[in-house]
């Protein structure tokens, strides 16, 4: 391999790469009345309190969980972000009423999101299942930072667009969401809107910001196996801004309902792997890896997410032989 190809080689990598951040900027942030995309997970079977408040106090138990994904590794301002989730059966209006509260922390590019929701859900027993209406109310404290150069100390891209505010710039937004978590002895079904009321942010300087409504729809089917220590799950999880979608479909198979290993298909983006376990004394752990086959494929290393929880009973009177937090 010569010097000149090496330098050729080197300079289109860089040059992409400033391209590609650059469409970032201008496709998430999407100044001038757009929307941006919501984050993307992979483990959203332990993510649901996330996009949907109906899943609020669904298991009867206390549940603390965090989640930290790393997108599109070794990509220059590729997305990480971190998730923090804790909801309880607490009875404080009704009979099978449930509380959550959402901590997102979001960074692509040039911008840093941090959300905080809280979630109210209500649960009635339908079809021999419970199915719990939930709402969430929470603020988006959105902050860009277009003083950021490159790996070369050069500037990224070219500010000269009046409509992007200049330096830094942030602000904060309400949130409302509204959501439904179907839970049967065999399966499961959810439908959400995050961002009902498309909130809209005026920056300081300039540029106008707002969030596009999403809409979200999962489920999942529990299937016996004919060894009574397996079983298969497959599962979906669709969502859309009403202008693009994205589905990822998965199948799981579980091993005395507490030790899990699957595959999945992000349509058009990747190919998901995951595994994980639940112990006996409630905390459970899981890890998935994409793998890119996009047009970005050629410049990543995959994605890699992570997952720790942690479920307790909330009242004594209900402590009986611990089987599984999640299939009790």
């Known amino acids: 391999m010569t010097d ?33 995309q919501d984050p993307q997970f992979s483990q959203n079977r332990f993510n649901q309190l996330t996009v949907n408040p109906g899943f609020a106090g669904s298991s009867e138990l206390i549940n603390f969980s965090i989640l930290n994904r790393f997108q599109w590794v070794g990509f220059p301002g590729a997305p990480v972000t971190t998730v923090f989730n804790t ?15 959402s901590v997102i922390n979001d960074a692509i590019g040039f911008e840093k999101n ?44 070219n500010l000269s667009d009046p409509s992007l505010p200049a330096g830094k710039a942030g602000g904060v937004m309400a949130d409302i969401g509204l959501g439904l978590y179907y839970q049967h002895k065999n399966y499961e079904l959810a439908i959400s ?15 106008i910001y707002s969030l596009k409504r999403h809409y979200y729809l999962s489920g999942s089917y529990t299937v016996q196996m004919a060894d009574e220590r397996l079983q298969a799950l497959p599962s979906f999880f669709i969502k859309s801004d009403a202008t693009s979608w994205q589905a990822d ?12 290993g699957g595959v999945g298909y ?10 994980g376990t639940e112990l006996w004394n409630g905390i459970k752990f899981g890890y998935s890896y994409d ?21 307790v009973l909330l009242y004594k009177k209900r402590v009986h032989k611990y089987k ?3 299939f009790l």
């Not at 995050?194 to 300087?205: C, G, I, S, V």
Request: charged content about 15%; glycine content about 10%; overall charge positive.
């Open 114 to 157: 941090i959300s905080v929701g809280l979630n109210y859900s209500w649960r009635t027993p339908v079809g021999g299942g419970q199915l719990g209406s939930g709402v969430s109310l929470g603020l988006m404290n959105k902050n860009l930072n277009l003083d950021m150069t490159g790996i070369d100390g050069s500037d990224l891209v």
């Open 266 to 275: 992000r349509v058009r983006d990747a190919l998901i792997i995951q595994a």
């Open 4 to 36: 000149n190809y090496r330098y050729i080689t080197d300079h289109k990598w860089q040059l992409l790469n400033k391209t590609i951040l650059f469409w970032i900027l201008v496709n998430i942030s999407n100044f001038a009345a757009k929307a941006q």
């Open 291 to 311: 793998i890119s086959i996009s047009a970005l494929s050629r410049y990543n290393g995959g994605s890699h997410e992570f997952f720790l929880a942690y479920s």
């Open 193 to 207: 809107v995050k961002h009902l009321n498309e909130p809209t942010l005026a920056f300081e300087q300039s540029g």
């Open 87 to 101: 909801d309880a059966s607490l009875h404080l209006i009704g009979k099978n009423d449930g509380i959550g509260f």
């Open 249 to 260: 479909l998965n199948m799981t198979v579980l091993y005395e309902k507490r030790i899990w």
């Open 324 to 326: 599984s937090v999640r």
